[in-house]
């Protein structure tokens, strides 16, 4: 495991600032997590309380100490809101994999801005945690997300049948990856 994952890597691409979500940030974290409209395909409820949003830093921060995942809060350069995350969960060191994934405040969907911060993470991943393979779980019917992972070369690799069980019913999802040789093409 790469030394480069001690300290948190903050990233930047020509529109954004990719940084540790801090438990200031709690306010613009419960924005977007109790918008029913953004968690509709997320897999979990719509927070309720900002309490829930300090409680989830505290698990981001847990998984990056544990070596498990890196989440980085999405802010525009002009401004330090944080408006989405991005990130790796559930990595695997000894298989060089990763899964991906995001989630954006609908104030800024249809900007490219998810597109532009997991390109980043992506290239973070490859240069400097050796990561071969990204994967990401996709609901079918969120068809915007799978362009923005389609856009970024992943390939659909099929359906997960009845993979995650969320408000009373099993769903499906679609897997998509990319290699580290698709993105070195």
Known sequence: MSNKFDRFPVLETNRLILRKIEQDDAHDIFEYLSDKEVMKHYGTEPFQTVDEAYKTISKYEAVFAEKRGIRWGITLK??????G???F??????????????????????????????????QYG????????????IDPPNVPSQKVVERLGFQREGLLRSYEYFSGKFDDL?????LKSDVEK
Do not use: P
């Open 85 to 87: 995350s991005c990130f």
């Open 89 to 122: 969960y559930d990595m695997n060191w000894d298989h060089y994999r990763t899964d991906l994934g995001y989630i954006l405040n609908k104030d800024y969907w249809k900007r490219g801005i998810a597109q532009e911060a997991v390109k980043a993470i992506i």
């Open 174 to 178: 679609y897997m998509y990856s990319l």
């Open 78 to 83: 002009e401004e330090d809101k944080v408006i």
């Open 126 to 137: 490859i240069e400097n945690l050796n990561i071969n393979r990204f994967q990401s779980v």
